[in-house]
C-alpha cells in the first residue's frame, strides 16, 4: 500500500530533487539522475500491486553493456532508427543517440521512467522521444535496430520477449540485447558478439562490477 500521509509527487520534479546527476559507472560519456540512498523513492514509485517497480532509477548491467557497445562501436546505428524496449533510465537510448542514430525511441511501461528519460536525454544534449507504452504483444514497431536490456528477470516476461524479438528479426529489424546472464536468459537461442565489464545496480549487487554480455538472435534454434 501506499502511505496514506503523502501525495505523490510530480515525476520529473521529483526526480530532479531527489535523485542527483552523476556519471554512469563505466560510461563516463553519460550522466543520469541516480537514486541514492536518501532519494525517498517510495515516494515516487509507490508500494501498490499494480506499481512498476523503480528500475528505472539506476543503471542495470545490460543497459550498461549496450551502451558501451554502442559508444565503441557507433556504426551500429549511426544514421538508422533505433527502439529502446523496456528503457528504464533512457541510457541505451542516450548512447544510440550519441553515437549518431538517426532517430531513437525509448518505450518503457512505467510513466516514472519516460519522465526520467526525457530529463536524462536533456542532461546529455541528445534527442530521445520517449513513450509509456506495453508493445511486445502489439504491432511491430517501424525501427531498424531494436535494443533490449535486462529484461530476462522473469520467466514469463523473458518469454514473451523472446517471442516478440523473434517476431521483430522476421520483418528485418535488428535485434540487440544486453544482458550479465540473468537466469532467464535464454542463451541457447543467442550468439554473444561482444562483452564487458560493467557496474550492476539491479538483482542486489549494489552496484558491484558484473560481466555482460552484447547478444543477437541465432538462426539454430
Not at 531527489?18 to 560510461?27: F, K
Not at 535486462?150 to 544482458?179: K, N, Q, T
Request: aromatic share 6%; proline share 8%.
Amino acid at each position: 500500500m501506499k502511505r496514506p500521509d503523502m501525495s505523490q509527487p510530480a515525476p520529473a520534479a521529483f526526480i530532479q530533487a531527489n535523485l542527483p546527476i552523476s556519471p554512469v559507472p563505466c560510461i563516463p560519456e553519460i550522466r543520469l539522475h541516480t537514486a541514492g540512498p536518501a532519494s525517498g523513492l517510495w515516494r515516487l514509485a509507490g508500494r501498490g500491486e499494480a506499481d512498476p517497480p523503480p528500475y528505472w532509477a539506476y543503471p542495470w548491467a545490460g543497459g550498461a553493456v549496450l551502451a558501451r557497445h554502442l559508444l565503441d562501436q557507433p556504426e551500429t546505428v549511426a544514421g538508422r532508427r533505433v527502439l529502446d524496449l523496456g528503457a528504464g533510465s533512457g541510457l541505451v537510448a542516450i548512447a544510440a543517440a550519441k553515437a549518431g542514430a538517426a532517430k531513437v525511441t525509448a518505450i518503457d511501461i512505467d510513466a516514472n521512467a519516460i519522465a526520467a528519460i526525457r530529463l536524462n536525454a536533456a542532461i546529455n544534449g541528445v534527442s530521445v522521444i520517449a513513450v509509456a507504452a506495453e508493445i511486445i504483444e502489439g504491432s511491430l514497431p517501424e525501427t531498424d535496430l531494436l535494443v533490449v536490456g535486462d529484461l530476462f528477470y522473469d520467466p514469463s516476461l523473458a518469454s514473451r520477449v523472446m517471442a516478440f524479438l523473434r517476431r521483430c528479426e522476421a520483418a528485418g529489424i535488428e535485434v540487440l540485447i544486453g544482458d550479465p546472464e540473468r537466469a532467464y536468459l535464454p542463451q541457447g537461442e543467442l550468439s554473444r558478439i561482444a562483452a564487458h565489464s560493467v557496474a550492476d545496480f539491479g538483482a542486489g549487487t549494489g552496484g558491484k562490477s558484473a560481466q555482460a554480455g552484447v547478444f543477437t538472435l541465432s538462426c539454430d534454434r
